[in-house]
């Protein structure tokens, strides 16, 4: 049982927009900043948004993130089939801590 | 270029020890917290450990509290994970991550990524 909550999966048509929820509590997400992590099949993770809306060089700004109060989401619009992996949404826990992720969400590209 | 190499990976039987060495490279390691993140086969990641720049603050994982050291060598860019007694549920892919956060942790995440050594305890 992951501490922060992710739906298993999510998909989408090419061209369509898909949003991933994360949900965590006052602990993590409600004190601290939200991460999110792309993990393609077979390959490390890899940073895809920090501190809840900023994205790293070189990440297509068709990815963005949200946060409002213990919550936060992932969206990816324009989908392409590259785009099909694993998502994990991750951040610091006041009272565990450490740092804590969601279940992982698998985004497939219909 | 920024890079993390794992190694020290391996088949262990239960109850017994691996030592796992992260080699950094392209950056100032001395100037960065680092972790260590596993992935059980077929499952989710898990955050396993941090260290601080300079060693001062220690995190784990309850899941390992008391059987894993982490530990670093700022002079040899190198960080470290001790595991002892071991289980079964602790194999996975153990991958080394860089980490950028506040003095508070109030921001926290994990940039650059090693490509991970493979753990594997069972008789």
């Known amino acids: 049982q992951s501490v922060l909550t992710q739906p298993p999966s999510a998909s989408g048509t090419p061209g369509q927009r898909v949003t991933i929820s994360c949900s965590g509590s006052?602990?993590?997400?409600?004190?601290?900043?939200v991460n999110w992590y792309q993990q393609l099949p077979g390959t490390a993770p890899k940073l895809l948004i920090y501190s809840n809306n900023q994205r790293p060089s070189g990440v297509p700004d068709r990815f963005s993130g949200s946060k409002s109060g213990t919550s936060a989401s992932l969206a990816i619009s324009g989908l392409q089939s590259e785009d099909e992996a694993d998502y994990y949404c991750a951040a610091w826990d006041d009272s565990l801590n450490g740092g804590v992720f969601g279940g992982g969400t698998k985004l497939t590209v219909l | 270029e920024v890079q993390l190499v794992e190694s020290g990976g391996g088949l262990v039987k239960p109850g017994g020890s691996l030592r796992l060495s992260c080699a950094a490279s392209?950056?100032?390691?001395?100037?960065?917290?680092m972790n260590w993140v596993r992935q059980a086969p077929g499952k989710g990641l898990e955050w396993v450990s941090s260290i601080s720049s300079s060693s001062s603050y220690i995190y784990y994982a309850d899941s390992v509290k008391g059987r894993f050291t982490i530990s670093r060598d700022n002079a040899k860019n190198s960080l470290y994970l001790q595991m002892n007694s071991l289980r079964a549920e602790d194999t996975a892919v153990y991958y080394c991550?860089?980490?950028?956060?506040?003095?508070?942790?109030?921001?926290?995440?994990?940039?650059?990524w090693g490509k991970g050594t493979t753990v594997t305890v069972s008789s």
């Open positions: 991550a860089r980490a950028v956060a506040a003095v508070d942790n109030y921001y926290y995440y994990m940039d650059v």
């Open positions: 006052s602990s993590n997400i409600g004190s601290n900043t």
């Open positions: 392209g950056f100032t390691f001395s100037s960065y917290s």
